[in-house]
Nanobody, 123 residues
Framework: QLQLVESGGGLVQPGGSLRLSCAAS????????IGWFRQVPGKEREGVSC????????GYADSVKGRFTISRDNAKNTVYLQMNNLKPEDTAVYYC????????????????WGKGTLVTVSS
């Protein structure tokens, strides 16, 4: 069974950068569609970025387009989310998730979830 562990969160000033990692074990991440999601307490979890399994196509929420980049390192069985020009509204717990059966991400369709890593953007 696939297991996902996120890391790389922390406190950063506005305009700063962080790189989140999602390390997988138990299966080959290349066989899955991978997504990054985030959640602020009291709000619904939302999709941030997606890496499609079959096509390698990537997608981003409008709020992060041009600032965030998703990538996958098959040799390390790890997916990354590079976050640049961070804003206070990016503060959230970030989760990675994997879907085996679908070629794209869906909040209700992801099969496996990590426990999340907290990103705080504040001066």
């Amino acid at each position: 069974q696939l297991q996902l562990v996120e890391s790389g969160g922390g406190l950063v000033q506005p305009g700063g950068s962080l790189r989140l990692s999602c390390a997988a074990s138990g299966d080959t991440l290349e066989d899955y569609t991978i997504g990054w999601f985030r959640q602020v307490p009291g709000k619904e979890r939302e999709g941030v970025s997606c890496f499609g399994r079959d096509t390698g196509r990537t997608g981003y929420a409008d709020s992060v387009k041009g600032r965030f980049t998703i990538s996958r390192d098959n040799a390390k069985n790890t997916v990354y989310l590079q976050m640049n020009n961070l804003k206070p509204e990016d503060t959230a717990v970030y989760y990675c998730a994997a879907d085996y059966g679908s070629g794209w991400c869906g909040l209700k369709t992801m099969d496996y979830w990590g426990k999340g890593t907290l990103v705080t953007v504040s001066s």
